[in-house]
Nanobody, 116 residues
Framework: QVQLVESGGGLVQAGGSLRLSCAAS?????????MGWYRQAPGKQRELVAR???????NYADSVKGRFTISRDNAKNTVTLQMNSLKPEDTAVYYC?????????WGHGTQVTVSS
């Protein structure tokens, strides 16, 4: 069974940095797999934060452009999200997702809390 495990969440002060990591099991990092980070705050809809293709092409939500960086290591089956200049509105549960033409695989999430 495919598994994605997130780590690196925690409590940080506004303006600080945090790095999230997602480790994938199995043969998930194929040429067709797009890896992404999503987040969901209480009372809000889940939203895309960033995504990256196997070849390294990236997309970011407007709210995080210039502050967050997504990257992947295909050999290690990991994807990371470097978050800088964090704001209170970044507070949410962050989820790792692997997407193919047929399936989506999700991690259980990691909590990120940014204090004022």
């Amino acid at each position: 069974q495919v598994q994605l495990v997130e780590s690196g969440g925690g409590l940080v002060q506004a303006g600080g940095s945090l790095r999230l990591s997602c480790a994938a099991s199995g043969s998930i990092f194929s040429i067709n797999v797009i890896m992404g980070w999503y987040r969901q705050a209480p009372g809000k809809q889940r939203e895309l934060v960033a995504r990256i293709t196997y070849g390294g092409s990236t997309n970011y939500a407007d709210s995080v452009k210039g502050r967050f960086t997504i990257s992947r290591d295909n050999a290690k089956n990991t994807v990371t999200l470097q978050m800088n200049s964090l704001k209170p509105e970044d507070t949410a549960v962050y989820y790792c997702c692997a997407s193919t033409g047929r399936n989506e695989y999700w991690g259980h999430g990691t909590q990120v809390t940014v204090s004022s």
